[in-house]
């Protein structure tokens, strides 16, 4: 099925104007087929994809070149050269959130770290610029806010420029002491291998986690390269990556109301109430009670 953004099903694709060359774009995709979006983006916008469920495939030259875009990714796409107009096959059961903002706009929000952010700096703004990087868990929790949101219409404009504003503050921080293209430890496929692992084995696990010991041993990495690689991967230490997914995690299945606040703690591993509600109040600044109250 192909969708043109002037006549989209509903429930595929919302597009929303924060600002003049600002815009957020929500695709999702529930049904039991793929799905086409075809929109055009002409070369004065840079493009940010970031797919939270299922995969997505972005079409280029009338189809002759592809980039895939899975869960947990994102891409940047920027070439002031010529029109990259969207071309994009949804996969069933897919979420994505796109970022369109305009280069002009960008550069006012962006100047003065040129040099830290490849593309900005003097010599390159020409140039064409693409890259895939993964989603860190602080940047999935404000696109599950942006995906999820439920708030008065007459705020939606605010919320989504603080949201859109936030996601990209985020994916170009870089901790100060991980240098990824200088880090010895990312040149070694073997070991990022494990330590994407150690990501699946502690949230398949997240009720009943193991030690950071017990991990290391599983996963067959000594500890220091556990926590150093996991921090320079996923940008947080193992137990900090992990409390934002279960607060992920908490968050959705108290939205979808299909759980009440003590089941939701047994699941996300608390044995009791009051230790969830303590840890939801310190993710988000309110009560697991009180999030349910404001979603009605």
């Not at 695709?27 to 039991?32: D, G, I, K, R, S």
């Not at 496929?189 to 010991?213: D, F, H, S, W, Y």
């Amino acid at each position: 099925m192909e969708i043109e953004l002037k006549n989209n099903a509903p429930g595929i694709l919302e597009e929303t104007q924060i600002d003049d060359g600002f815009l957020i774009l929500k695709f999702q995709n529930e049904t039991n087929e793929n799905q086409r979006v075809i929109r055009d983006i002409d070369s004065s916008f840079i493009q940010f994809h970031f797919c939270i469920k299922g995969a997505a495939k972005f079409n280029f030259n009338n189809g002759s070149y592809a980039i895939n875009l899975n869960e947990e990714n994102s891409l940047l796409l920027y070439n002031p050269q010529r029109d990259l107009p969207m071309n994009l096959e949804m996969e069933k059961d897919s979420w994505l959130i796109t970022i369109l903002i305009s280069i002009k706009k960008f550069h006012s929000l962006f100047s003065k770290e040129a040099d830290y952010i490849p593309f900005l700096g003097e010599g390159n703004r020409d140039k064409k610029y693409y890259t895939d990087s993964g989603i860190s868990p602080s940047m999935a929790v404000v696109l599950n806010q942006i995906m999820n949101y439920s708030l008065h219409s007459s705020i939606k404009l605010l919320y989504f420029k603080g949201k859109a504003y936030e996601l990209l503050s985020l994916y170009f921080n870089r901790p100060e002491d991980a240098n990824i293209e200088q880090c010895p430890f990312l040149v070694d496929e073997e070991n990022v291998l494990k330590i994407r692992k150690a990501k699946e084995i502690i949230i398949a696990r997240m009720a009943e986690p193991p030690t950071l010991q017990e991990l290391s041993k599983e996963i067959g990495l000594p500890l220091k390269k556990l926590k150093d690689g996991f921090k320079q991967i996923y940008g947080e230490p193992v137990y900090a990556f992990l409390f934002d997914y279960k607060m992920e995690v908490a968050r959705q299945l108290l939205a979808s109301g299909s759980h009440n606040v003590n089941e939701v703690g047994l699941k996300v591993g608390y044995s009791t109430a009051s230790h969830f509600i303590a840890a939801f109040k310190k993710k988000y600044g309110t009560t697991p009670k009180k999030y349910v109250m404001s979603l009605n």
